[in-house]
């Protein structure tokens, strides 16, 4: 057996000029996260086809050679200059590593707020103040018969069940009490708590959007609806892969792997509730409900669900049906009797944020033909009315969130979020997030420069770069054309900020599965892009994207821009309504009958269309007059 000193070595990071311990023959990224040091890995390092989670290494004497991946993904550049992939880079002896800004974990933007709908409040948690008569050798019943027959008296409540936790706290508190009690009880007449004296006037839930990258939460006082404020955070299984693939993957591997990404998504759970407490100086013991929504996989995650057929044709869940959970069975530290309410999943990836989107928006109830689409890593679709909704989901991939793109990020400070280039000079002029220096690419930035550079002639509408354009913004790289978006000395990185000719293609398989989805639903509807009155655009950037760019490189219909309506996180407030009102809970079952699940991949013309949706804004500019006409007249 190997000594202590022969099975351990320490890494010094810098510029934090912090020392850790590691096991020997570890990989630097799990060492650094396991340390709680920042550093971006949107794959979560399991296959390093991401490449973000790049670190400077000048000595790498301790250090195994550059993979094959590092190769293709650093280049011969890099690698000169010292860069490594955290996630390639297996520890063999003691290292110093700099971690460089443009692979930090900022400060994200989250999208907290959504559409907020008005619903009768009607909780299925409600508190009764009772004062009990004292038992006595003439009156012996039972505590619990004392009890029932109080709640009969004054309430008109005919029938309780009593848990075993509570019945084994009711003598004392009871007794402390001097039978001056109040009684939590559910709406099937279950009591799940039993308080001294009168706390009817605490009475709290919480809702939360369990998202694959972020959680983000509401803390509602269940007596008048009110909400008292709104959290979030980013999703700490993150550490295992930005994307639901890569959760799917990680889990596979075995159960201690799904069971860590539960212990994961269970912690992120608690850790909100915590703070949203703490900040509202509310007793987490009044808190006795939470309505949870999220994708498939999250909601799967969250319970320690098998996830591998989710990824696997024909991506069966393991159940759709709503759940009323004990949070104590699933070690939620809310009140001991407190309860976790879970509404129904669609299919394999259209989850109960996608349910919670459809009662936000009112979705089921409009007559007029809508679409809404919740933009994100995994797209969902909706397309109908009243009378019937067809949804599909988009692979949409990470483009939009930074994944595969060069200088690409998610929505952090220091991300340039907007962008628009000069017509005649190919200048680039752009805003950061929070005015900072900027370090890389986000989202709303990307539709920006696509629309931009089409407009401009910078790309054609197969989205390749037309290198007879002079300007010394547009230049050859190492992995092809590339256009300058920020130079080296304006950033924070040390580097010029571009977008390649690879980034461009990535973006384009990420807007076509989108628009290839709208097409496919309208096609099955028997509709045009003229019969939509209607659409909603939800999710983390969709408030923050500019919708004429958006329709120019045909990432959504060409409907008119004053029909669309950005709803923000409508998951959340979905979940709000449902933890307001048991009448909606009961109504699930009838509004998710009218949902018809399309699977894109099972559709006999889905190549056509997405092969199609792939130039800008589309195979058939007929499909875009208006885009058309604007590009036209630049």
């Known amino acids: 057996m190997l000594k202590e000193n022969q099975e351990f070595t320490s890494i010094i990071f810098e510029p934090m000029g912090r020392r850790i311990k590691v096991k020997l023959g570890d990989n630097i990224l799990r060492s650094a996260l396991r340390s709680g040091i920042g550093i971006r890995n949107e794959c979560g390092g399991i296959f390093g086809k991401c490449g973000k989670c790049k670190i400077i290494i000048k000595d790498q004497s301790n250090l195994n050679s550059p993979t094959k991946v590092e190769r293709e993904l650093l280049g011969e550049s890099e690698l000169k200059k010292g860069y490594r992939l955290a996630c390639q880079s297996i520890i063999r002896g003691e290292v110093r590593v700099f971690v460089p800004e443009e692979s930090k974990i900022r400060k994200r933007r989250l999208q907290i707020f959504g559409i907020k709908r008005e619903v009768r409040l009607k909780p299925t948690i409600k508190k009764l103040h009772i004062k009990i008569p004292h038992p006595s050798i003439q009156d012996n019943r039972s505590d619990v018969e004392r009890i029932t027959s109080t709640i009969k008296e004054v309430y008109n409540i005919h029938e ?20 001056d009690l109040t009684i939590t009880l559910m709406d099937d007449g279950t009591v799940i708590s039993v308080e001294p004296r009168d706390t009817t006037n605490s009475l709290y839930g919480v809702a939360i959007d369990l998202g694959t990258s972020k959680i983000v939460a509401s803390l509602i006082d269940l007596i008048n609806g009110n909400l008292i404020m709104s959290n979030g955070f980013d999703n700490p299984q993150v550490i295992y892969g930005e994307d639901i693939i890569s959760r799917i993957t990680y889990a596979a591997i075995g159960k201690e792997q799904l069971d860590e990404l539960k212990r994961l998504a269970v912690e992120g759970v608690n850790s909100i509730v915590t703070d949203l407490c703490k900040a509202a100086n509310v007793d987490i013991n009044n808190v006795y409900e939470i309505v949870l ?6 909601h799967h995650l969250f319970l320690g669900l098998e996830t591998k057929y989710l990824g696997l044709s024909p991506y069966v869940p393991v159940i759709n049906d709503q759940l009323n959970l004990r949070a104590n069975e699933l070690n939620i530290q809310i009140n001991n009797g407190g309860r976790v309410y ?129 300007t010394p913004r547009l230049r050859k790289g190492e992995f092809g054309y590339e256009y300058v978006v920020a130079w080296f000395n304006e950033t924070d990185i040390g580097e ?52 004429n760019n958006a329709k120019i490189i045909g990432l959504i219909p060409d409907v008119p821009t004053e029909r669309i309506e950005f709803v923000g996180n409508a998951a959340l407030s979905g979940a709000e309504i449902l933890l307001k009102s048991k009448e909606l809970r009961k109504d699930l079952k009838n509004i998710l009958k009218k949902v018809k699940y399309v699977e894109l991949g099972a559709q006999p013309d889905f190549n056509e269309e997405f092969l199609s949706a792939l130039p800008f804004p589309h195979l058939k500019k007929e499909l875009f007059p208006s885009v058309i006409n604007l590009i036209n007249t630049h």
């Open 160 to 179: 309780l069940k009593f848990n075993l936790e509570v019945l084994r706290e009711l003598p004392k508190i009871a007794r402390d009490a001097n039978w």
């Open 293 to 298: 929504v999220g994708n498939t996989v999250m």
């Open 342 to 470: 879970l509404p129904p999943v669609i299919a394999g990836f259209i989850g109960s944020d996608n349910t919670a989107d459809l009662l936000s928006t009112n979705f089921y109830e409009i007559e007029d033909m809508s679409l809404m689409i919740d933009l994100g890593t995994n797209t969902e679709i909706n397309l109908g009315n009243k009378d019937e909704i067809l949804c599909c989901s988009c692979a949409s991939g990470p483009a939009f969130e930074g994944g595969h793109i060069k200088h690409g990020m998610k929505a952090v400070e220091g991300a340039i979020e907007k962008v628009s280039i000069n017509h005649q000079t190919y200048e680039a002029h752009y805003k950061t997030i929070g005015g900072l220096r900027p370090i890389g690419i986000c989202g709303s930035a990307m539709i920006d420069l696509l629309a931009e550079m089409l407009k401009c002639g910078l790309i054609d509408n197969r989205g390749r770069y037309r290198n007879e354009v002079k």
């Open 496 to 547: 010029d900020i571009v977008i390649t000719q690879t980034d461009i293609a990535e973006l384009q398989l990420a807007k076509a599965a989108i628009y290839c989805g709208c097409r496919i639903l309208m096609k099955r509807k028997g509709i045009e892009t003229r019969d939509i009155k209607k659409v909603f655009i939800a999710g983390a950037f969709g408030g923050y994207i500019n919708l």
